[in-house]
């Protein structure tokens, strides 16, 4: 009776064992742990562009820089330069140019006149030089002032003209180069035709050179020279006279004391 009470409990434990065998047999492995693909990194931001600044420090442009702020117009450059794609192109006279500017007169523009004329000094686009060549093929290019505000490029062997029909110019130098945002200096201030109209004066002849020439009255020294002896011919006849009568003098002399001896 022990000894089956024995066996049943041996076969139980045999059972048991080969279940819990089977079950670790049976159960399929755990998945490999994936490893995590990494994101790449964002590309950054391109760095802010201040044009107070550039200008403040880039040379003598502190009227254009004037203007630019009184008319609000920074602002426009500054988000065009950089919240867009496109870049912005701006041409900045020096002080030099406002000062020989007296006809047409600034003064007598009213705001949004003169707010137009400092927008038309910019382009809405990154232009490096180069790219001027294609530019004076197109025609007449529209400013950021927009409609009839445009101007004209000509490239002659890299140097760029510009044209805006009262102001002709040329970049004198690049004072930032750097896309999106390029600054060019000009000699001019530009001149809309949409603000003085087609009237254009026209462009003064340059003053001929002084014609440098000897006083007529001044004699050279050959003329002196060549002139004394033509002087002294009148007393040089008149010496000539004296000897003659002289000379005659002596023969009437001579023949009255002949004839005294002889009588």
């Known amino acids: 009776m022990q000894f089956s009470r024995n066996f049943m409990i041996i076969c139980s434990a045999l059972l048991l064992c080969s279940s819990l065998t089977y ?11 994936m490893t995590p693909t990494p994101t790449p990194a964002p590309a950054p931001a391109p760095e802010y562009v201040n044009l107070t600044y550039l200008l403040s420090v880039a040379g003598p442009f502190h009227t254009f820089l004037n203007y630019l702020e009184s008319t609000k117009v920074i602002d426009t450059f500054q988000n065009q330069a ?23 007169s600034l003064s007598k523009l009213s705001d949004d006149q003169l707010k137009s ?26 400013t950021l002032a ?6 004209n490029f000509t490239d002659d062997s890299g140097t760029v ?31 809309p035709e949409a603000i003085f109209g087609t009237d254009i004066p026209p462009t003064p002849a340059p003053s001929p050179a002084p014609d440098i020439s000897p006083a007529a009255d001044s004699p050279s020294a050959d003329s002196k020279e060549g002139g004394s002896p033509s002087k002294a011919l009148p007393s040089d006849s008149a010496s000539h006279r004296v000897m003659k009568l002289s000379i005659w003098s002596h023969l009437v002399l001579a023949v ?3 004839l005294v001896l002889l009588f």
């Open 146 to 151: 927009g409609g009839q505000y445009t101007l």
């Open 117 to 142: 004329l400092i927008l038309f000094h910019a382009l809405p686009k990154y232009y490096a030089l180069a790219d001027f060549n294609d530019l004076s093929t197109k025609g007449p290019i529209t």
């Open 82 to 104: 950089n919240n867009t794609e496109q870049g912005i192109t701006i041409f900045v006279p020096k002080d030099d140019s406002f000062k020989g500017l007296k006809k047409p």
């Open 256 to 258: 009255l004391g002949g």
């Open 23 to 33: 079950g670790q047999t049976a159960t399929p492995p755990a998945p490999a742990a």
């Open 161 to 191: 003209h510009l044209d805006s029909g009262w102001s002709k110019t040329k970049v004198a130098s690049a004072v930032h180069s750097t896309d999106p945002v390029a600054i060019y200096q000009v000699n001019k201030v530009l001149l």
